[in-house]
């Protein structure tokens, strides 16, 4: 007997989807050691507490800042960042506890 197919989990579907892109993924790694990967010249938040200021991600990944909007939202949108405003500045940080839930659920469902 062949088991009906069951639909995918729309959430992992949505995490799956943002990081199909590679800007997005880079991202995303570059996030998890933030003092590593960005500059912190001028910062006005702890990056491990509240998170990198698009325009730092955006000044390393030397696009518009526009598009890492975009991209930055969609991985808020997959749950994959926390996005926290700071005065008129967004600042994103993984969110880690959704990070490894969907490891652990992809590493069931694979």
Not at 44 to 67: F, N
Not at 92 to 104: H, P
């Amino acid at each position: 007997m062949t088991e009906a197919p069951v639909a995918p989990d729309s959430d992992v579907v949505s995490a799956l989807r943002a990081l199909s892109n590679p800007i997005r993924l880079q991202l995303l790694r570059w996030l998890r050691e933030p003092r590593r990967n960005f500059s912190m010249d001028g910062a006005i938040a702890d990056p491990d507490e509240v998170g990198v200021c698009v325009s730092h991600i955006q000044a390393k990944v030397g696009l518009a800042q526009s598009t890492v909007s975009a991209y930055l939202a969609e991985l808020q949108r997959a749950g994959l960042v926390h996005a926290t405003r700071v005065g008129k500045w967004t600042h994103y940080k993984r969110d880690e506890q959704r990070i490894a839930q969907l490891v652990e659920v992809l590493g069931q469902t694979l």
